[in-house]
């Protein structure tokens, strides 16, 4: 797939899934840029031979900032953007494959794709996670300078 077509198909997968999870209608393309700029990062990553797993892991981590950084400009929670943000990231195909294989008795191919669909959702749910301690960080670190200050 040429890569305009992966950032139109991102940016309509992510936005259709916020209308599954009943987002605000004035977010619905916000939360679309977020999902294809994160599958951008992770396309990019990927073709250029970076692991799939810590291209994820980047890729989740910038959809994290992105979400606080448009939560806050917004005044919307960040988990709009976020969780949206983060499906074109599932590896579901990945994890059917492995679990058609598991029928199938290709107990050798399953187990494989079954590992790394479980370190590329772990990937994931680190990335979000890391995004949110560095911004709980930063929050305190300025709030600590305010304290200062007037102290």
């Not at 951008?40 to 890729?59: G, H, Q, R, S």
């Not at 981590?61 to 806050?72: C, D, H, P, R, W």
């Not at 949206?84 to 195909?93: A, H």
Request: hydrophobic share 55%.
């Amino acid at each position: 797939m040429m890569a305009w077509e992966q950032i139109v198909t991102s940016f309509i997968a992510t936005g259709a899934f916020g209308i599954i999870f009943n987002i605000p209608k004035q977010s619905l393309l916000k939360c679309g840029l977020v999902g294809m700029i994160g599958w951008m990062i992770y396309y990019w990553l990927a073709f250029y031979k970076l692991d799939v797993v810590m291209a994820t892991f980047v890729a989740s981590f910038s959809i994290g900032v992105m979400s606080q950084l448009y939560a806050k400009y917004y005044r919307t929670p960040s988990i709009i953007f976020s969780v949206s943000g983060i499906i074109p990231l599932v590896p579901g195909g990945m994890a059917y494959n492995a679990m058609r294989n598991f029928v199938e008795n290709d107990y050798n191919i399953a187990v494989a794709l079954a590992a790394k669909a479980f370190m590329i959702s772990g990937a994931i749910a680190f990335g979000l996670v890391f995004s949110e301690v560095i911004n709980q960080v930063i929050r305190k670190a300025r709030m600590n300078e305010l304290v200062q200050r007037k102290g």
